[in-house]
């Protein structure tokens, strides 16, 4: 592939922002390319392939290269990928033997997966033996996972239409509703995406709303709904019958659900912002379905968003578990009797999981409560996101 010099200068200005400003990586990257139009989509798919790479390989590139200097930085990169360099000025002194040399010395696991060293002693502890192979997966790029919405188009119909306009796509066996790309490409440009015939949406985060059984009719609470992933996948498999509340602390987020529900062709969400435990407590025994898609330390989806290694610590794992008992202890008085609740995370600790579970049903607040099933969803045996997913019963 042939490297052009303004669009390597467009991914150390993404770069500097993320780790120098401390910015998010995917709005770096939508900021890059909305403030460059006349970047081709290749150029555009460079820089935005380019700066995921090096973030997610950040640790391993800065032991590796001989400066950290960004242009000695960009041209490891591209060694460490098996590439050639050209003849620039920018990467004279570059040694490409000195830099194999220096790769098969290495020997800390952690510095070979890029990692922080408290958070692979962290994911030891946490997942024993099954840790390396997770976060040796979690560093794979993403496959691009499509939701189907059965409100408008059925799988099969889909997948046609995408293949004429050149989009393959392939099903694997455990996701009903999903399609994947073959390929890499923008299917945000595509008019099925316009038409609301499909959410982008990872395989394993597609189980999640179908844990909670939800049927036509029903009234169900997605009590952290954020920008309404969850609440539109729930919305279809009840077939736009019944009530759905979206519920959220952040305003703007929500925000975001009613589009996407527009698009979808849902009418049958309703928003609420949280206002502290009045909301909550209004809404005493009235859903027959409840779901807790908690905040989490993201661990599960590496995948998708690298930065996260970089921007966590040990610290902000400890107050995110705090949010997680607090919506436990909480929220679950939501649901009715005999109805059934989902507690779900996009981690792999346990200690966000399946100990929060057991946190909760050891305390006042969950006595009246039974786990039916769960999910310890890793990425390196699903090959999507890693996840937690656990269904609860309410009993008289
Ligand atoms: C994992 S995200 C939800 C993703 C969303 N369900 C989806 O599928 O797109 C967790 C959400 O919980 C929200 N949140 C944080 N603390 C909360 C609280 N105490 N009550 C309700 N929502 C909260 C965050 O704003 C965030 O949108």
């Known amino acids: 592939m042939r490297l052009h010099n303004n669009t390597i200068r467009g991914v150390h200005t993404a770069l500097e922002s993320i780790f120098q400003e401390g910015q998010y990586a995917d709005k770096v990257i939508a900021r890059t390319l909305k403030s460059n139009p006349k970047w081709g989509a290749r150029d555009r798919a460079f820089i935005a392939e380019t700066t995921y790479e090096m973030v997610r390989w950040w640790r391993l590139i800065n032991f590796l290269s001989k400066s950290k200097e960004p242009w000695d930085l960009f041209a490891t990169y591209w060694l460490m990928k098996g590439n050639e360099l050209p ?39 946490e997942l024993g033996e099954d840790w390396e192979d997770e976060i040796h997966s979690l560093n794979q790029q993403a496959d691009v996972v499509l939701r189907v919405n059965t409100l408008k188009i059925t799988r099969e119909q889909l997948r046609n239409r995408l293949a004429e306009d050149g989009i393959k796509t392939h099903i694997v066996k455990g996701y009903p509703d999903a399609l994947i790309l073959d390929e890499r490409s923008n299917v945000f440009l595509n008019s099925a995406f316009k038409e609301g015939l499909f959410e982008v949406q990872d395989g394993s985060s597609q189980l999640v709303a179908a844990a909670l059984a939800v049927e036509p009719g029903m009234r169900v609470i997605d009590a952290c709904a954020g920008a309404g992933g969850k609440s539109l996948h729930l919305a279809a498999l009840m077939q736009n019958k019944g009530k759905i509340l979206s519920m959220d602390l952040e305003e703007w987020k929500l925000q975001q659900t009613k589009l996407r529900a527009r698009r979808s062709g849902i009418q049958i969400i309703e928003r609420k912002v949280i206002d502290g435990s009045k909301t909550i407590k209004r809404l005493k025994d009235s859903a027959d379905r409840l779901l807790l898609d908690v905040p989490c330390s993201g661990l599960g989806v590496l995948r998708r968003n690298p930065d996260t290694k970089w921007k966590l610590s040990e610290s902000s794992i400890k107050d995110v578990q705090e949010k997680q008992q607090e919506i436990l202890q909480s929220y679950p008085s939501m649901l009715k009797v005999g109805g059934q609740m989902v507690y779900a995370t996009c981690s792999i600790l346990p200690s966000e999981n399946q100990l929060q579970v057991q946190k909760f049903l050891e305390s006042d607040a969950g006595k009246n409560f039974e786990l039916i099933e769960d999910q310890k969803v890793l990425s390196k045996d699903s090959g999507f996101d890693g996840f937690y997913i656990a269904r609860l019963l309410k009993k008289a």
């Open 87 to 125: 003849l620039w000025e920018e990467f004279k002194g570059i040694n490409k033997d000195r830099l194999k040399e220096k790769y098969a010395e290495l020997d800390k696991p952690a510095i070979i997966e890029s990692v922080p060293d408290w958070l692979y002693e962290l994911g030891q502890k």
